[in-house]
T-cell receptor
């Protein structure tokens, strides 16, 4: 069965620090990869997604993620975080052969102090 | 340009009662997904529906849970005879084509509390 692992449950950073959130998945076939963000009191929003092509994907608000197939990873990065990036971040996967349901990781809570 | 709408946002039920959760997809979207988020857990897929059809219900509990997406009106997730373990946030998402590469757009969720 597919699964998604997010290594960090809670990350605390100061403004301007660099961010990297880990995401690993278990599935040997072709996958589609997503990062969603949930700001306090708001619904889930798509940050970025990867289907094919350039493994370095750029999303909204300065976020990017790199798909490394050999490591089954899709880590999220941002060079310099802001207080407004405080939110919960979810990595999600689906496999073309397994339908369209998204498999989510447990999420990482990011707290940014000003 | 309304997004995915869910109501109610908060629902309190006593054990044994029924819970009905509604989801109106984004305009032009005919594919709806329901997910459940238990405390300290990620979202878990429950069911995927198109208008008048259940496409994938592999994540639905076998008993007490049902879902529909009629030709007219919102999608409904129904939980009969609720138990405390049903307390969770239930999220609905919609997509335009239902493909694996489609972005799923999420609603604000319904937080169900079972007393």
């Amino acid at each position: 069965a597919q699964s998604v692992s997010q290594h960090n449950h809670h990350v605390i950073l100061s403004e301007a620090a660099s961010l990297e959130l880990g995401c690993n998945y278990s599935y040997g076939g072709t996958v589609n990869l997503f990062w969603y963000v949930q700001y306090p009191g708001q619904h889930l929003q798509l940050l970025l997604k990867y289907f094919s092509g350039d493994p370095l994907v750029k999303g909204i608000k300065g976020f990017e993620a790199e798909f490394i197939k050999s490591k089954f990873s899709f880590n999220l990065r941002k060079p310099s975080v802001q207080w407004s990036d405080t939110a919960e971040y979810f990595c999600a996967v689906n496999a073309n052969q397994a339908g369209t349901a998204l498999i989510f990781g447990k999420g990482t809570t990011l707290s940014v102090s000003s | 340009n309304a997004g995915v709408m869910q109501n109610p946002r908060h629902l309190v039920r006593r054990r044994g009662q029924e819970a009905r959760l509604r989801c109106s997809p984004m305009k032009g979207h005919s594919h709806v997904y329901w997910y459940r988020q238990l405390p300290e857990e990620g979202l878990k897929f429950m069911v995927y529906l198109q208008k008048e059809n259940i496409i994938d219900e592999s994540g639905m509990p076998k008993e007490r849970f049902s879902a529909e997406f009629p030709k007219e009106g919102p999608s409904i997730l129904r939980i009969q005879q609720v138990v405390r373990g049903d307390s969770a946030a239930y999220f609905c998402a919609s997509s335009p084509r239902g493909g694996a590469t489609d972005t799923q757009y999420f609603g604000p969720g319904t937080r169900l509390t079972v007393l």
